[in-house]
Nanobody, 125 residues
Framework: QVQLVESGGGLVQAGGSLRLSCAAS????????MGWFRQPPGKEREFIAA????????SYADSVKGRFTISRDNAENTVSLQMNSLKPEDTAIYYC??????????????????WGQGTQVTVSS
């Protein structure tokens, strides 16, 4: 069992930066692939970034590639999402997700079993 708690959301102007963190509890974190998803207002949840269990493999949605960076610290049981050059269209609730997986990190939400409660990110123009 893994419990996830996101933090770091807030209001930022376009062009600014935010760093989201996800703290995980449970002994299996280091065996988990981790992902970040977001759900804009009135839209479906969408994939943002994923990182494999070791941290050596990452993947990104085209919409955030080059602006967002996912990382993890298995010693601290945390995964982070550094978001730079934020745009108004990045406004959404951001969710951290995890799944016990020692292969390539999944990029679809139905492949993740553990979810955080979400944190709001609002980017003003």
């Amino acid at each position: 069992q893994v419990q996830l708690v996101e933090s770091g959301g807030g209001l930022v102007q376009a062009g600014g930066s935010l760093r989201l963190s996800c703290a995980a509890s449970g002994r299996t974190f280091s065996s988990c692939a981790m992902g970040w998803f977001r759900q804009p207002p009135g839209k479906e949840r969408e994939f943002i970034a994923a990182i494999n269990w070791s941290g050596y493999r990452t993947s990104y949605a085209d919409s955030v590639k080059g602006r967002f960076t996912i990382s993890r610290d298995n010693a601290e049981n945390t995964v982070s999402l550094q978001m730079n050059s934020l745009k108004p269209e990045d406004t959404a609730i951001y969710y951290c997700a995890g799944q016990v997986n020692l292969g390539v990190a999944p990029t679809t939400h139905n492949e993740y079993h553990y979810w955080g409660q979400g944190t709001q990110v609002t980017v003003s123009s």
